[in-house]
């Protein structure tokens, strides 16, 4: 698409649709602050690239040739299919490694910026100040460093918390699916679908009921529908 941003990192193919810009910066600009929300756009593009890094190197390590993309919604690592004959990768367990890479790739960029921050010798300046308990904050007068390390440990946690969920099509979902059809190949799918939506209503009501949050309780609120109806119409398809 004209306007996209392509380059590549560590020879992967990486994708970025000018979409990704505009919702970061919708994500951002209630700080009204110009530094603040450029500050936000950058730490979200890193965050969210090392989680999708994460699944393309265990992709890459199984044999396929991996490309990412940065969407509007956040991220997408896929595979050309021409080079994955015979790869392990496939298999239910290689499968729940490359969905669980990502996720544990930013845990372990937040986990290396605390050491950073400890080891520079500002350990004891280390607390952290929001509902979620999730922002360290290194000084009693946060600089914009300080800002920028706070909003990419921020985004690598609960980013990865949000992916771990059992919600299509998220890691989670990916991981629950491949976890029931190996309990249940005959049932696995359906109850990973219902399961889905169980678990992305809840977060739907969280985010409407405890966080007021108008963008999470629509965000999981579509993903419910969407499990829904995928459920609707795989049991339509198998009439068990």
């Known amino acids: 698409m004209q306007g996209d941003l392509r380059f590549q990192i ?3 193919p990486v994708r970025i649709h000018p ?12 700080s009204g602050d110009p530094a603040s929300v450029l500050i936000w756009v950058v730490a979200l593009f890193l965050s969210i690239l090392v989680h999708e890094l994460g699944h393309a190197m265990a992709m890459r390590a199984y044999g396929f040739r991996p490309w990412i993309t940065l969407y509007g919604l956040g991220g997408l690592t896929g595979c050309d299919q021409a080079y994955s004959h ?3 990768g496939s298999e239910s367990l290689g499968q ?3 969905s669980a890479a990502g996720p544990a790739a930013g845990f372990l960029l937040a986990a290396l910026l605390l050491l950073g921050v400890v080891l ?3 350990g004891e300046n280390i607390f952290f100040d929001t509902p979620l308990g999730l922002t360290p904050v ?3 007068q946060v600089t914009r460093i300080d800002e920028l390390l706070n909003s990419v440990f921020f985004i690598c946690v609960l980013w990865g918390l949000v992916n771990l969920l059992p919600i299509y099509p998220l890691d989670g979902g990916q991981i629950a ?3 029931l059809l190996n309990l249940s190949p005959r049932d696995g799918i359906r109850s990973s679908l219902t399961l889905s939506v169980l678990a992305a209503g809840a977060m739907a009501l969280v985010g409407l009921v405890l966080w007021k949050s108008f963008f999470v309780t629509l965000m999981f609120g579509y993903l419910a529908y969407a499990s829904f109806a995928a459920l609707q119409a795989y049991s339509g398809r198998n009439p068990w």
């Not at 979409?19 to 209630?30: D, H, I, K, N, S």
């Open 177 to 179: 699916r491949e976890v």
């Open 19 to 30: 979409f990704f810009w505009l919702v970061a910066l919708l994500l951002g600009y209630r």
């Open 10 to 12: 560590f020879g992967i």
């Open 86 to 88: 015979r790869s392990r």
């Open 138 to 140: 290194v000084s009693p």
């Open 96 to 98: 729940i490694l490359i």
């Open 120 to 122: 520079a010798g500002h």
